[in-house]
């Protein structure tokens, strides 16, 4: 089984908050969507996959809903027709891009899944994003997009916000009366090459304490439980159902291609990331004449790195890790190798055994998954 990430790397405005690779000079759309369609065929003809072993489709980005509708066409129309296990497509939209006729184009192309960008109902703090959507549009897209026909949409919302004017409870009031089978969750980060990054650096904003984000992370975790979604992975949430096929794809380790400039990949031993310049890689596409031309950097993982990998992805999700198959798959397990850290997790009930060998975080603990799967690592 395997994935297919397309990146497309184009959005209107920059957001102030948003490190993607992304440009907001659209004039080389043409020009990208032939680059893309054109290593697509090259990684085709290069690894001659056999297609029916494609599970899920994602258009990220950037602005997928910006993209040409031939360009989403070129490529499902290649992939498609032989992929008849392939069971979602996802594109990501920004409500101001939802328009009827792009939901009717892009459900007859088959893309059978929408993650929208809602970020947030407080219009104060979408105007301090720079989101050019405002609360109203964002809740009309996804009513707009259910009427459409879609039955599997993902909201994405972003918590840990300073200066609200909206309290969270009522943010999340107005999340749960959407039809959405789906909600990715993410605390506001401040990245180091944006506005915001640029802002705190020099003291003038302020971003919240982290027992005020811990605080908001568990209210959400309470407020999708009682609205029928179950938390499956830190930031995730999905209602029967509404799982998504590509995010479990990445968190079970198998392999994924990454087309389009800034894609990452994964074939199994190797992560690669082609290059995140737009003018680069339309040069580069336009003159490759086979898969290797296309300029990326690889890094082969080694079985160190895939232990630590498997450890943190587990110790993200639900399903947790089991010690058994760690140690089978890698001769190592965390409470062999850190014992000290491990005990102390299991003591202060951070970590809990679910299963016969199987362990996962406490939920209101998973807000710290990462730092806690880091005291596990091997060096
Ligand atoms: S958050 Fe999305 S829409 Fe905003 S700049 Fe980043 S990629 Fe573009």
């Not at 405005?13 to 032939?34: I, K, L, P, V």
């Not at 026909?149 to 918590?159: E, K, P, R, V």
């Not at 086979?290 to 993200?316: K, Q």
Request: glycine content about 8%; hydrophobic content about 40%.
């Amino acid at each position: 089984m395997f994935g297919i990430y397309i990146h497309i790397p184009f959005c209107r405005t920059a957001c102030h908050y948003c490190d993607f690779h992304f440009s907001t000079n659209t004039q080389t759309m043409e020009a990208m969507e032939a680059a893309v369609v054109k290593e697509l065929e090259l990684r085709i003809a290069a690894e001659k996959p056999d297609l029916r072993q494609l599970q899920s489709i994602y258009f990220g980005g950037g602005t997928p809903s910006l993209f040409t509708l031939s360009g989403l066409r070129a490529l499902l129309g290649r992939l498609l027709p032989q992929a008849p296990n392939c069971r979602e497509v996802t594109l990501e939209a920004n409500p101001e891009d939802v328009t009827s006729d792009r939901l009717k184009a892009w459900l007859e192309m088959g893309i059978n899944r929408l993650s929208i960008g809602l970020q947030s109902f407080d219009q104060n703090r979408l105007d301090w994003m720079n989101r050019q959507h405002s609360a109203e549009d964002a809740a009309a897209a996804v009513h707009l997009a259910a009427e459409a026909g879609f039955t599997h949409i993902s909201a994405d919302l972003i918590y840990g916000l300073p200066n609200r004017t909206l309290s969270f409870e009522d943010e999340l009031k107005q999340f749960v009366a959407l039809p959405v089978d789906h909600l990715s969750a993410y605390i506001l980060t401040v990245e180091d090459r944006t506005v915001l990054g640029r802002r705190v650096e020099q003291g003038a904003q302020a971003v919240p304490e982290d027992d005020a984000v811990e605080a908001e992370y568990r209210r959400l975790c309470e407020a999708m439980a009682e609205a029928g979604f179950e938390h499956y992975e830190v930031s995730n949430w999905a209602k029967p159902g509404g799982h998504a096929v590509h995010n479990q794809h990445y968190w079970s380790g198998l392999p994924y291609w990454g087309i389009g400039p800034g894609a990452h990949g994964f074939d199994g031993a190797r992560r690669y990331a082609n290059v995140a310049n737009n003018p680069k890689y339309i040069r580069a596409l336009a003159d490759a004449s086979n898969a290797a031309d296309v300029p990326s950097v690889a890094e082969a993982l080694t079985p160190t790195d895939r232990y630590n990998e498997s450890l943190m992805t587990g110790l993200r999700t639900a399903q947790g890790i089991a010690l058994t198959d760690l140690e089978n798959r890698f001769g190592l397990r965390p409470d062999a190798t850190e014992p000290e850290a491990w005990r102390r997790f299991l003591n202060q009930g951070i970590l809990k055994e679910t299963g016969s060998g199987v362990y996962r975080i406490v939920e209101p603990h998973w807000v710290m998954a990462d730092a806690i799967a880091a005291e596990l690592f091997v060096a």
